[in-house]
């Protein structure tokens, strides 16, 4: 007798004690959680509505919005909250409610159900390929950020750690830790598809600017991203300074003349005028120095805008011997 009532209270602290999801972590389990807890400001299916008819975000494609790490984070309470003046900036809140915490078990369940049950079909794979995006991109990027307009309503964090920006929609100084790739691409192509009058407006930007937006934006709170260096690929690599001369004759003598003086037939009616490559140690500049000048053109490194940018004319190789043809080439002597 003795020997069974240790047993069993052993057995009842253990369930009085034990995550919930142990004795109950089904989809079933969830599934109550979300239509007790969740849905009470969460819409998880329907069709996309005017914000001003909502509580909270619609949850309803969550599961290719959020990346799951950041979402168990959300749910045991670790992150800020998005909003910083509530999700309805029409609402005299004055303060972004608190969001219910969860156990740990509870968190993993949850983000692991959402993942697999809320997709969206209009959800494809990104046209932006993170493991080429340069750390001249994100650059670019930060300027479309502010160019359209973007911190006049998201906060992001400047070099300091400080929070700039406008707090009405959601800050995304965190952005590459939170959303998933695939989700900003398409939602960068309209906003209110997914949320009608929801601030966001549909820019006109091209695909290499959106490239650059959402790429910089995948960057946001990633600790020591790894930026891609073009300048160390199989192209650089192979590059031919013959290949490279007959790419500099067809696209580089128009301005900068057959024997890099700045003579070119181009050069007469601009100012500043072409640099003078003939008397220039280009062998000396670095390599991405002169990848960024050609690819992004010359203002992207402080030099004349006159100077196009060549990337999407251009192919990888054609870069990389030309630049080959450059340091071989002009020496400054």
């Known amino acids: ?78 992150e800020d909250n998005l909003y910083p003046n509530s999700y309805r900036w029409d609402k005299s809140y004055g303060f972004s409610r608190k969001h219910m915490i969860l156990t740990q078990e509870e968190a993993t369940l949850v983000a692991a159900y959402i993942e697999k049950t809320y997709g969206d079909s209009r959800i494809k794979k990104s046209f932006v390929d993170m493991s080429t995006f340069t750390e001249m991109e994100a650059g670019l990027g930060a300027g479309i950020f502010r160019e359209y307009s973007c911190l006049g309503c998201h906060q992001i ?24 790739l695939d989700w900003w691409s398409r939602f960068a192509e309209n906003p209110q598809d997914f949320t009608p009058h929801s601030g966001e407006y549909l ?34 690599k192979q590059a031919d300074a013959k290949r490279g001369a007959k790419v500099y004759k067809e696209y580089c003598v128009q301005c900068h003349g057959v024997e890099g003086k700045g003579d070119g037939p181009g050069a007469k009616g601009l100012d500043p005028k072409p640099a003078v490559h003939a008397d220039l140690p280009l062998a000396d500049y670095p390599e991405d120095y002169l990848y960024n000048l050609i690819y992004y053109g010359g203002k992207s490194v402080g030099k004349s805008p006159n100077m196009p940018d060549w990337g999407v004319t251009l192919s990888p190789q054609n870069i990389a011997d030309v630049i080959a043809h450059l340091r071989s080439t002009f020496k400054g002597e």
């Open 1 to 78: 007798m003795k020997r069974f009532s240790i047993r069993g209270l052993v057995i009842l602290l253990f369930v009085l004690i034990a995550p919930s999801g142990v004795w109950a972590g089904s989809d079933g389990y969830v599934e109550k959680l979300i239509n007790r807890q969740c849905k009470s400001c969460h819409r998880f299916e329907g069709k996309p509505t005017s914000k001003f008819e909502l509580k909270a975000p619609d949850m309803m494609w969550s599961g290719v919005k959020y990346q799951s790490p950041w979402l168990v984070r959300w749910l045991l309470g670790q």
């Open 157 to 180: 964090k400047d070099d300091e750690g400080n929070k700039i920006g406008g707090p009405i929609s959601a800050d995304l100084f965190d952005a590459g830790n939170r959303y998933t």
């Open 203 to 236: 820019a006109d930007i091209s695909p290499r600017k959106a490239r650059h937006i959402i790429g910089y934006l995948m960057t946001l709170g990633v600790k020591d991203f790894k930026y891609y260096e073009p300048w160390n690929s199989e192209a650089f």
